[in-house]
């Protein structure tokens, strides 16, 4: 088991940034994909960036240049740096943490981006 706690959202203006936070917990030798997804009002949840074990990293391309994946294996802590932040980005961002029994999630944060 695998339990993750996502902080760090906000109200922010366009053109400013947040960090958001994963803590994780539990059987954490185990997890080998770390991803962040949101979820906007009335639409899918969407991958954001991937980040694996070997620290291969992966951006959707509406927040390329833009997001920073990144992990602190001594925290046992995930993060997402997001710069120059766009209205659109407004959602409800989720942590998941993919090991070989399945997928845990966080109880997600809410970004808001206003113009």
């Known amino acids: 088991q695998v339990q993750l706690v996502e902080s760090g959202g906000g109200l922010v203006q366009a053109g400013g940034s947040l960090r958001l936070s994963c803590a994780a917990s539990?059987?954490?030798?185990?997890?080998?994909?770390w991803s962040w997804y949101r979820q906007a009002p009335g639409k899918q949840r969407e991958l954001v960036a991937v980040i694996t074990r070997a620290e291969n990293t992966n951006y959707a391309d509406s927040v390329k240049g833009r997001f920073t994946i990144s992990r602190d294996n001594a925290k046992n802590t995930v993060y997402l740096q997001m710069n120059s932040l766009k209205p659109e980005d407004t959602a409800v961002y989720y942590c998941n943490a993919l090991t070989v029994r399945g997928g845990y999630w966080g109880q997600g944060t809410q970004v808001t981006v206003s113009s």
């Open positions: 539990g059987s954490i030798f185990s997890i080998n994909v």
